[in-house]
């Protein structure tokens, strides 16, 4: 199976900016669409972004679009989250997952979960 080991969570304050990382195990990375949800307490897990295998194409949250930049290496089989004007409400759990297929929502099929990182923004 795909492990996913997430990195770079931490604390900020409001209006500052964070970047995560998700390194994936084995050599089939580019064969898969990636993507990263979050999850609140209290909350359900939400959507945030995804990019396509290649990289050529990408979904934002309407929370997060303007703020947040999903990228890929497929080289280096890793997934990045740059997370800029952080707010509050940005505040969860985010974790890395691989997408069943290209698709945008919180209801995108997930194939498999990181154990997520943790990013809390101060006011």
């Known amino acids: 199976q795909v492990q996913l080991v997430e990195s770079g969570g931490g604390l900020v304050q409001a209006g500052g900016s964070l970047s995560v990382s998700c390194a994936a195990s084995?050599?089939?990375?580019?064969?898969?669409?990636m993507g990263w949800f979050r999850q609140a307490p209290g909350k359900e897990r939400e959507f945030v972004a995804s990019v396509s295998r290649t990289g050529d194409s990408k979904y934002y949250a309407d929370s997060v679009k303007g703020r947040f930049t999903i990228s890929r290496d497929n080289a280096k089989n890793t997934v990045y989250l740059q997370m800029n004007s952080l707010k509050p409400e940005d505040t969860a759990v985010y974790y890395c997952?691989?997408?069943?297929?290209?698709?945008?929502?919180?209801?995108?099929?997930?194939?498999?979960w990181g154990q997520g990182t943790q990013v809390t923004v101060s006011s």
């Open positions: 084995g050599r089939t990375f580019s064969s898969y669409a």
């Open positions: 997952v691989v997408l069943r297929n290209y698709c945008s929502g919180s209801g995108c099929p997930v194939n498999y």
